[in-house]
């Protein structure tokens, strides 16, 4: 819980240290970046 918005929490050491790209992957979660350069051929 906190008075800050999602916007500065995503933002801080804690979530960036702890939710890495690698740990969102093997949650399950796909890249929105991947999706994009997929879809406009760079993939």
């Known amino acids: 819980m906190s008075s800050k918005s999602d916007w ?3 933002r801080s050491l804690g979530t960036q240290t702890g939710m890495t790209n690698d740990w969102l992957k093997s949650q399950g ?10 879809a406009h051929g760079y993939a």
Not at 29 to 38: E, T, Y
């Open 8 to 10: 500065h929490l995503s």
């Open 29 to 38: 979660l796909i890249s929105i970046r991947d999706q994009w350069m997929k």
